[in-house]
């Protein structure tokens, strides 16, 4: 009988935990208005629920890293989703605002930690010409979730009752906890090293000012000036840990991993780019809605066409890479991917749906072609002593580029208003916010341009196969 792949295993249970925590940071937008009706308070407040999770998500992420290497990675992903888990459970049986809000706050906490070191394990446990398939896996929920979320939202709220979305999540975690102690193993050498605290508290400040700057702007009753001026706190902030960490023998951040040209354009260019997918899933429903007057199950069901691109091209994503070399794969469909932006800014109410169904299932396998190829080129060439680092540097990217899509796509909206005038938004808004878009990707296409042809060969095999056919 033939050994199970503990890789795939590895893989797998680390996708099923960033689908759960992933999840539910979008499935709760649905489900405000009637949890605000159960506590007794006005919808606005819910906000802080939201809020609190995402802080604490970005806060917690820097410290993902360090304690994977002090305590062991198996121990601190199973606490993690112990955490998340009974969190879970205490965000559906929450009463008050408060109670809600704290039960958030421990949420956020194990998620900071659940996704970081979960994808820790995999790139530890994978050979490298394994790792496209491993990413491929545990890259779908961050395109999958921004699109299920609110439609399993609005269901289960509609059919059952709001708790049950966090309800849900308790199974999940259970099932996720058990594979845990089945199939990873804690790593033999522990790091004695000790805590950066400096470094600690100025990069989780760092993150919390930007991600909640970024979550103001998103809102329509947040200041647009107030929340830039969190962001750019942020920006100072990070610019103070880079200080930071130059300075100190062991930082908890390292950010040498920059020093890789693939790693550097993956984070840089890709972080324009996944911007740019993130902001789609925003956009449109409220276009749908707002701009063409559809009810929001029409407008979620278009949305499931880019859900069915996603999973149509994952089988093809593989070869893809392998035949033409990441470089390649990245510019082509980056600029597909940026055209169907493009496409976004041309179509009205009266577009048929002929046209309009083939230009979101492009749209969906164009994005989960770019995510795949980013975050598996992004590793190809970061050695095992550096992987801890790189690591948490990609997931805070991540997580950053994750909330500013919804920041930029209702900046952008606000912008597009004030340009074109009028007291409502409306479908010119729409346009004029996706053709920022569109531009906003190529900008991050333009920074795989300067990558080699090689660029990954290690992982895609494209280089050894072109050398082999010549000779």
Request: proline content about 5%; charged content about 10%; overall charge positive.
């Amino acid at each position: 009988m033939r050994k199970p792949d503990t890789a795939l295993l590895t893989a797998l249970l680390v996708a099923g935990s960033g689908f759960m925590e992933l999840l539910d940071t979008t499935v709760i937008t649905t489900a405000i208005p009637r949890m605000a009706q159960s506590f007794g308070v006005h919808p606005i407040d819910l906000n802080l629920g939201v809020t609190a999770y995402m802080i604490m998500l970005a806060a917690g992420i820097p410290l993902s890293g360090w304690a994977a290497e002090r305590f062991g990675a198996r121990t601190v992903f199973a606490s993690a989703i112990l955490i998340f888990t009974v969190a879970s459970a205490l965000c559906g049986l929450s009463n008050g605002l408060w109670e809600f809000f704290a039960a958030r706050i421990l949420q956020g906490l194990g998620g900071a930690m659940m996704v970081p070191v979960g994808r820790l394990v995999v790139l530890r446990v994978t050979p490298k010409p394994q790792l496209m398939q491993a990413t491929a896996l545990i890259t779908w929920p961050a395109l999958v979730a921004p699109i299920l979320g609110p439609v399993v939202g609005g269901f289960l709220t509609t059919y059952a009752s709001w708790r049950w979305i966090f309800f849900l999540n308790v199974p999940i975690g259970l099932v996720g906890l058990i594979a845990t102690l089945l199939i990873i193993r804690n790593g033999q050498n522990r790091s004695a090293k000790r805590l950066d605290v400096p470094g600690a508290i100025l990069s989780g400040l760092a993150a919390v000012a930007f991600v909640y700057g970024a979550s103001l702007a998103g809102t329509n009753s947040g200041s647009l000036r107030w929340s830039l001026g969190l962001m750019l706190l942020g920006i100072i902030g990070g610019w103070a840990t880079v200080v930071h960490a130059k300075r100190v023998k062991t930082p908890l951040i390292e950010f040498s991993a920059f020093a890789i040209q693939t790693f550097r354009a993956t984070l840089r260019g890709g972080s324009l780019v996944r911007m740019g997918i993130n902001a789609a899933p925003f956009l449109l429903p409220l276009m749908f809605q707002l701009g063409f007057h559809r009810s929001p199950v029409a407008a979620g069901s278009l949305l499931l066409v880019l859900f069915v691109g996603n999973l149509a091209i994952k089988p093809l994503t593989t070869p893809m890479m392998r035949r033409f070399g990441f470089r390649t794969v990245l510019i082509i469909n980056g600029v597909i991917l940026a055209l169907t932006f493009l496409g976004f800014a041309l179509i009205d109410a009266s577009t048929p749906a002929w046209l309009l169904m083939p230009l979101l299932l492009v749209s969906g396998m164009a994005r989960s072609t770019e995510f795949t190829a980013m975050n598996t080129l992004a590793y190809a060439d970061v050695p095992p002593e550096r992987m801890g680092s790189a690591n948490i540097l990609f997931n805070l990217g991540q997580q950053v580029a994750f909330g500013l899509g919804v920041a930029v796509g209702a900046i952008l909206l606000r912008i597009g208003q004030g340009v074109l005038g009028g007291h409502q938004i409306t479908v010119a808004d729409f346009h004029f916010a996706f053709v920022c878009t569109f531009l906003l990707c190529l900008m991050g296409v333009a920074d795989f341009l300067a990558l080699p042809a090689q660029a990954g060969a290690n992982v895609s095999g494209h280089t050894a196969k072109g050398l082999a056919s010549r000779n």
